[in-house]
Each structure stands twice: as C-alpha cells, then as structure tokens.
C-alpha cells in the first residue's frame, strides 16, 4: 500500500500525487491541523474556506472508490502538525512509500524535505503541474537577465500556450491593453452580484469548529458565500465569464464604495487552492473573446492576471528565496496602526478597505496595492508587519503569491526586483479611480495643512525621506524634477505635516 499525503491547497483532482493512484490497494491522506491555521492567525473566513473544502474533496474522493483517511481539527489524538499526523498515519497503516504533490510555500516545504530525512520509508516528491511554469523554467528565463520584468516572461507565456496569439503576433496587434482598462465608474452601473454559494452541513459542521476555536481571529465568519466544491467554483467560473468579464477590463482598477466586488472574478482563492485550473479559466475566457461575448482588452487583462502575473510571481518567489523574506530596502521599520484591524480611521478610502475586507477576507488588486499598500509604502510600515497582516487578512494569501506582491509590488522592499518604480501616489489617484473622497473628513484638494488628505504629504514626504536611495530611479526623474523646483516653505511644511501625522499615530490618535 501506497499512502498518497494531500496538503489543503491541494484540492484538485488531477494533481501529480493523485496519478496512478490504486483505488483498492492505496490510502489518500489528509489532515487538518492547528498549524496551518495559526502560524498567523488567518482570517476566520479563510479558515472556514479551506477546512470546509477540503472535506468536501475528501467526500469526493470516497465517492470515487478511494479509500481516504482524513483528520479533523477536532479528532481526538490530533497531534495539529503535518509532521505528527504523517507519523501516525505511517504508525497505522505502516505504506511502504508516501506520495506528495510538492508543497506551494517554502516554509512547507522545508518540513516535508525534513520528514523525508526522518522515515524510513521511501517519499516521492512530485512537481506541482497546476502551474503553467516550472520553477527551472522560469530561472532559465530570469538567468543573466538584468531586469525580471513580467511583461516579456507573459510574452514568452503567451506563445508558449498559443493564446490570444494570429501567428507569432499578439491578437489585436498589442501584447496588452492596460492602458483601456483604468477607467474610473463615473455612473452607478448595476454590478452583477458575485458568485455566493449556499451553507451545507459540511460547512456548517466547520462555521461552528471555526467560530469556537478560532474566535478571536481577524474578520468576519458569517455571512459565508465561498464554494467550497469544484462543481461550485466552476459555476462561480461561468458565471464571472457570463455576467462580468465583458467590464472587467474597462473598470478593473476602479472602486466604488458600496461595491466590494465590482467586475472581478473572485477566482484567485479558488485557483490557488486548486478548485479550478488555471488553464481553464484562461481558455474560457479566450472563448468569450472569439465567441465576441467580451472586448480584447476585458480578456487580456483577465488572461494576464493569470497566464502573466501569476506565473511571475511564482516563479520570483522560488528564485528569491528564502533571503527574499527578509527584504527591506527602505529600511522601514514603523508598527502597523491598529486601524488595520479595526478600520477606525478618518481615512474613507482606508475604512472602504479594510472593512471589506475585514467582511469578505477579499479586496480587490487596486484595493490592496494602491491604497491599503499605498498607505504602508508612504508612512514607511515594517514589510515584516505588513506581509504579516496580508497573509492573515486574505482568503487567497498563500506565502508564495503574497511575499513577492507585498515585498517586491506593494513596498519596494526588493529595491526593483520585480517592480520598476514604488507603487506611491498621493490622494490624486485614488479621487481619480474611486468615489472614496467625497465622504471623507479630509480634502483631497488640499495639499498641506490639518484638513488635507494625509497621502497628499505622506507622498512627497517618502521621496524627500528616500531620496538617496530613489534618486537615479529613471522612471522617477520627472517627480524629483518637480521636488527641487519646491520652494523651502512648502518642503518644511510637507515634513511639518508628516511629522505631525506620525505622532498622532505613536499616540494612538484617530487619524
């Protein structure tokens, strides 16, 4: 007997452990252990996500004819670490090898490449094919390349899977159309409402485990509306396909208060637990676009989110680490504010934010980057603190997808491994793409001063703070040009201000 060891993103049924797999003779393990969902202490959404679809797979599994020995939370003997259960389900059943699907996260890796020194028993480790690039293959694209920029591994991507491709030219004549999809909504337009699945007994059974065991962990449990089987991720596929996707690319990076989910897809958490194939979406996807369902611009952007972007990411994080988690070119070391557990700011744009995402364990990509990161990036956050509450606070947080969008995307904290530029700006940009100015206590229009917004001189405040270490930055020149053009008055006013808003926040004041 073979003991085939399923970890909780894991959840696909073609996965590389899952292949070949004796229905009769092999055992399908899986565990929940307190481990997993205290090493930070996830969102009590998350939690609930993950446990209820990992027992719905595990039933799937047994409907199939495989023998399945899963572990609850809550067993008696539960040991609550991979390692201990591993060793007791070798105790038991006493397999002659364990097969396992590489784990997603270094930190789980680590662990299991430790337990293969511990046993005495042989362990086939098997790539995690789910991706669309292997990690050699992304090293072997990054190797003497001076600058890892996502734009031309997503090329290479693209005429690898041939898609969105006439020949050996992108569809359209242009390998992306960013540049259309950045339009603010100036007029209320009726958002399809997202996909929100029903609570069954297999999710109640583990809303009541997660509400007692997990009670004083960030964000709200009820109301639940993840899927939590494949049956359901692919109805959330289709109808994001059907109901969204022909928007999603003129009004991606827009918010509106009131509409947390807007024309996104909300897949992220379902591709990366493996409920959905990435492969799959992007091929549905295209088929909207040749089926003149959706514009070019909504499916490319959709497509570079997964078939680009995520891939990348992927592949940095293997690259870079494990020296990339301890990153932080600024040096930046301030706490992070309570408000980023509670929303109790001034701030409408931030309160927008964090309350959504206190709510749904979900904000979307502009949400996360240009204004909950902005506000990290400008005031200086430690990137410890800051990876730590977004892996805690998101429903799609898994280290290898978060480290490099916080380090590298949110914070510069790489110095320009993956990103060109710090993603910074000041309250013009989120007035430009939101409506979250018009019911804040601050005023956008206002640069200086008690009554302005505080990313006016937050933002000019981190290039003065910074400028030794920004001023060759090429894409930066411009801005700098216009800084030593100041005047001396209005630069002691922009540190003034800075300098009064980091007290009130030492102080514990309500900013």
């Known amino acids: 007997m073979k ?152 090329r290479e991507m693209r005429k690898k899977y041939n898609i969105l491709m006439d020949g050996d030219s992108p569809q359209g004549g242009n390998w992306n159309y960013d540049s259309e999809n950045r339009k603010p909504l100036k007029e209320r337009l009726n958002v399809p409402d997202t996909y929100k699945g029903q609570v069954d007994d297999i999710t109640r059974e583990v809303l009541d485990l997660v509400a007692d065991k997990f009670y004083d962990h960030f964000g709200d449990l009820e109301p639940f509306f993840f899927a939590v089987t494949r049956d359901q991720a692919l109805y959330a596929l289709d109808k994001f396909i059907d109901e969204r996707l022909c928007f999603f690319g003129d009004y991606q990076d827009a918010m509106v208060q009131g509409e947390p989910w807007m024309y996104h897809s909300h897949l992220s958490l379902y591709i990366n637990i493996g409920l959905l ?149 000041s309250g013009s940009y989120i007035n430009k793409m939101s409506d979250y100015c018009k019911s804040c206590r601050y005023k956008v229009s206002k640069k200086n001063g008690p009554e302005a917004c505080p990313f006016n001189y937050l933002y000019w405040d981190f290039l003065i703070r910074n400028h030794d270490k920004l001023k060759n930055n090429h894409r930066l020149g411009m801005i700098y040009s216009t800084l030593h053009k100041m005047d001396k008055e209005k630069v002691e006013a922009i540190k003034e201000d800075a300098e009064r808003f980091f007290r009130a926040l030492e102080n514990g004041e309500k900013v």
């Open 277 to 425: 194939n990435a492969m799959e979406c992007i091929e549905k996807a295209e088929a909207a676009y040749k089926q003149n369902a959706a514009p070019l611009n909504a499916v490319e952007g959709f497509i570079r989110q997964i078939l680009g972007w995520r891939e990348y990411i992927r592949g940095i994080y293997w690259l870079k680490m494990p020296e990339y988690e301890t990153e932080n070119f600024f040096g930046a070391d301030r706490e992070l504010p309570w408000f980023f557990w509670d929303a109790h700011t001034q701030m409408n744009c931030l309160r927008q934010c964090i309350t959504e995402t206190k709510e749904n364990a979900y904000a979307h990509h502009i949400q996360r980057l240009m204004v909950i990161g902005n506000f990290a990036l400008i005031t200086g956050l430690s990137p410890e603190e800051v990876n730590e509450w977004y892996m805690i606070v998101y429903a799609d947080a898994y280290q290898w997808v978060e480290l490099p969008n916080v380090t590298g995307m949110i914070l510069f904290a790489d110095g320009g491994v993956l990103g060109s530029k710090p993603y910074a700006s």
């Open 3 to 154: 003991l085939v060891f399923i970890l909780g993103d894991q959840l696909s049924h073609t996965l590389s452990s899952l292949k070949g797999c004796d229905a009769e003779h092999d055992l399908i393990f899986m565990c929940e252990v307190n481990e997993e969902a205290t090493y930070v202490k996830h969102h009590k959404k998350k939690i609930a996500f993950v446990f209820s679809a990992m027992r719905h797979f595990a039933e799937e599994l047994k409907q199939k004819g495989f023998q399945v020995e899963y572990i609850k939370l809550d067993d008696n003997g539960n040991t609550n670490s991979f390692s201990g259960e591993l060793k007791r389900a070798l105790e038991k059943y006493k397999p002659e090898s364990v097969i396992l699907t590489e784990p997603s996260e270094y930190r789980v890796l680590k662990e299991v490449e430790g337990l293969q020194k511990d046993l005495d028993i042989p362990v086939d480790m098997r790539p995690d094919d789910r991706f669309l690039a292997t990690k050699e293959e992304f090293a072997k694209w990054a190797q003497g390349r001076k600058e890892l920029r996502m734009e031309y591994f997503y």
